[in-house]
């Protein structure tokens, strides 16, 4: 019988797709929202996918209720609206208890509601307190700043007031702007054109830190923008700011203290800086941080080509700075990318003792360690051994603990899998807190006295409990349900372990089977590759759903739909990746040109077909975007034995022509020689397979010509390949629908080797008309 694929496998597969599983697991994320500074909290419970209930956790009493009468509310806010609500399906995600927890507030679109839970009676809210989206509010809630003709201002809450900050910024000369090297800036003054500014407020809310922003010198790329949003006949170019690998020239900044209630301002006695892809100031990506008594703040200053890095104090009164700490490498600095997006540096201030916890991996592996504030020395290491500290939750001060994320320590496990720990300041009593064998998310409470811990895999679904920071668990909160993923075909990923192609270091990974897996036939296998140094692409917990950043993204490249079409797919990060140990990553040093560990997926393929006799050796393909597109066309190019097909999306094929703080830290400063053999373009010779390469015409991450240059290689090589190139996209082209059903039919042309769907369409979940 001759296989079809047809509507009805990319009808499977477009169903999981991430933005179409984000209701079909219940309970799968309990994010606990605390009272004030107690031990208290509530969290949203999911009753079916259209419903949900506000559940109270009062752990000292051992009470779990309901945070209020669900239908008395819901017939109050009816009343008050005129609008019918069910009391499951209420208005609001999000609601705060006031007057001792009499009444919650909450908002149901920019109007803000209170709700007495006695006689539950709704009121509106009239506040004249509104922050607007290009504001940054002090956390007392009485002032915002914002940016406005490359200057700062302030403005009172209170009266309205607003107040010129700084007077002579001008363009490319700003204060309180991003870098335009932050691999959004056109997309941003395209869709985004108002955002707060780069400024962080004090913990008592007199002072603001920003910085002047130097871009006049740093080179000037552009996009043309085809097919405009006005419908203009004429194409129109986009400039943007963007340094490239050895450019003399890159942004600059320098930091100013402004008082707000002195009206004074204070350069910081420091010499410019660096500012990296984002401003030092970024949110979840800091660098930059006060103390909490506001009396200093502290930030990194690094080196050009990230193999030193200082810490600065500068006392936020007099704006003088001095270095407390320099550390140097013989290969890149990765503390400030060690949390990507997820709480910045793992850097501390103890203002108790004035000491500072300071991360590094200069022994082989990534430890804490303790150092005097005063004078700079060292006074202890606070952890050691041949594992790694992943993250910093918390420190309690008062109790000298330190609890903290790491992988590694626990034999017999994944070493990427994350489990909470406590340690002593001075390294003593190091405590493992969550046993389960799995990767641990938590939160813990303002006080230190409990956390909540949900802990899956992906393969096993999340559940939710709530412990003591002794590690004593308190009780169950929630078991998450996935009968609704599993009812739509889910694959539920098996863990493997393979050798890298040395032969002796272990590498970990998931298979995802095909749909309607049969035994005894054979299927093609589907590589879902990142080709970068800076992260890990292999999930680790239990995955459905997708987080709406810039589009919804699939972590996953997508590998659940691929299985509905009757592929195999694999994901692995091989060696070059962050946290294992230095050396481990250090496979990327100054060799960009093995894209994370190329060498150890065509290993670990050769290991797994023999493993997995079900996986067809003879039809392998890979895929990817950014450095997984680089990566993906280097596999094909450079091991056509093993790669028959691959779709190459938005590639930074060349890194001497990406942006200078990718290049230099992770290969080095430009040599000629050094960055010769990363080229893509060197290898279109050896193209056999099938190769499609795509690009966004307004991509300012990695620019097109980046693309255009492979095809300028590919077509002077006299090579048969196909190109697409998405009108209007920028770097994200994961989300884009069109490219999804194109790099399925791709495959499903190519290595299954039927015809696809004609012209299947796919709802888009930004557009839905």
């Known amino acids: 019988m001759k296989l079809t694929i047809g509507d009805k496998h990319y009808e499977r597969a477009e169903s999981l797709l991430v933005w179409n599983t984000l209701k079909d697991v219940l309970n799968g994320k309990v994010i606990p929202n605390w009272f004030g500074k107690s031990e208290c909290f509530w969290y949203q419970r999911d009753i079916n996918t259209d419903s949900k209930q506000f559940i109270v956790v009062d752990p000292i009493r051992g009470k779990i209720k309901e945070a209020f009468n669900h239908e008395k509310l819901a017939k109050a806010l009816s009343r008050s609206t005129g609008k019918l609500y069910a009391p499951y399906d209420l208005p609001f995600d999000s609601f705060s208890f006031i007057d001792n927890e009499q009444s919650i507030q909450f908002n149901i679109g920019e109007t803000s509601w209170d709700c007495n839970l006695h006689q539950y009676e709704c009121k509106r809210i009239n506040t004249n307190k509104k922050v607007l989206i290009h504001e940054s509010c002090s956390p007392d809630g009485d002032w915002t700043v914002f940016t406005k003709d490359n200057n700062l201002y302030l403005r009172s809450l209170k009266t309205e007031e607003i107040k010129s900050l700084t007077v002579d910024g001008e363009p490319y000369y700003d204060y309180g702007s991003q870098p335009e090297a932050s691999t959004s800036a056109v997309f941003e003054r395209l869709y985004q054109p108002q955002l707060p500014p780069v400024a962080l407020w004090s913990p008592n809310s007199k002072k603001i830190v920003s910085h002047r922003l130097d871009q006049r010198k740093v080179r000037t790329l552009h996009l043309m923008q085809s097919v405009s949003q006005d419908q203009a006949c004429e194409p129109k170019a986009h400039a943007y700011r963007y340094p490239l690998v050895g450019d003399e020239n890159v942004p600059l900044i320098e930091f100013f203290i402004f008082d707000v209630e002195k009206g004074s301002t204070i350069k910081v006695d420091f010499n410019p800086i660096i500012s990296g892809m984002v401003s030092p100031l970024t949110q979840d990506l800091q660098t930059a941080f006060w103390t909490d008594d506001s009396n200093n703040f502290y930030f990194l200053n690094f080196s050009r080509d990230y193999r030193m890095v200082q ?63 005063n004078t700079g020395q060292l006074k202890n290491r606070i952890t050691s051994g041949q594992w790694g500290v992943r993250q910093i939750l918390s420190v309690d001060e008062e109790s000298e603990w330190i609890y903290f994320t790491a992988g590694g320590r626990e034999s017999e496990r994944d070493p990427y899998l994350q489990h909470l720990y406590r340690v002593r300041f001075d390294g003593t009593e190091l405590m493992l807190l969550t046993p389960e064998d799995a990767e641990h998310g938590v939160f813990i409470s303002p006080n230190y006295n409990y956390f909540v811990d949900t802990y899956s895999r992906v393969d096993l679904p999340p559940q939710t409990v709530l412990r003591k920071t002794d590690g004593s668990l308190v009780c169950n909160l929630e078991k998450a349900d996935v009968e609704g993923l599993l009812e739509k075909g889910y694959s539920i990923p098996e863990r493997f372990k393979v050798k890298a192609a040395d032969g002796t270091t272990d590498l970990y990974g998931i298979l995802i089977r095909p749909a309607n897996f049969t035994k005894n036939k054979k299927y093609p296998v589907l590589d879902s590759f990142y080709g970068g140094p800076q992260l890990i692409h292999t999930p680790k917990k239990f995955t459905w759903g997708g987080e709406f950043i810039v589009g919804p993204l699939d972590f996953t490249g997508g590998a659940q739909a691929f299985a509905q079409l009757g592929f195999a797919v694999i994901i692995m990060d091989g060696r070059g990746t ?115 390469l795509v690009t966004g015409d307004m991509d300012d991450n990695v620019h097109p010509s980046l693309t255009i240059r492979m095809v300028h290689a590919l077509t002077k090589a006299n090579k048969d390949f196909d190109l697409m190139i998405l009108p209007n996209r920028h770097h994200g082209i994961g989300a884009d629908v069109y490219y999804i059903r194109r790099r399925w039919d791709y495959f499903v042309q190519h290595l299954i080797k039927v015809e696809p769907p004609k012209e299947y369409t796919i709802k888009d979940p930004m557009y839905p008309g």
């Open 311 to 373: 810490l600065i104090l500068v006392d936020s009164e007099t704006g003088k700075a001095r270095m407390l700490l320099e550390e140097k490498s013989d290969s890149f600095i990765f503390i400030d990318l060690y949390n990507l997006g997820s709480g910045g540096v793992n850097i501390r201030w103890i203002n108790k003792s004035n000491d500072f916890i300071w991360h590094s991996e200069r022994d082989g592996w990534s430890h804490i360690y303790l150092y005097d504030g």
């Open 578 to 692: 962050p946290y294992r140990s230095k050396s481990f990553h250090d496979y990327s040093n100054g060799s960009l040109e093995k894209a994370a560990g190329l060498e150890d997926h065509v290993a670990a393929l050769k290991q797994l077909t023999q493993r997995f006799p079900f996986l067809d050796k003879k039809s392998v393909g890979i895929y990817g975007e950014s450095g997984g597109g680089y990566g993906a066309a280097r596999a094909i190019l450079s091991y056509p034995e093993t790669f028959k097909v691959a779709v190459a999306g938005c590639g930074n094929h060349d890194q001497r022509y990406y942006l200078a703080f990718w290049g230099e830290r992770f290969q080095g400063m430009y040599d000629p020689e050094l960055y010769k053999e990363q080229d893509n373009t060197l290898l279109v010779s050896r193209l056999n397979g099938k190769l499609l």
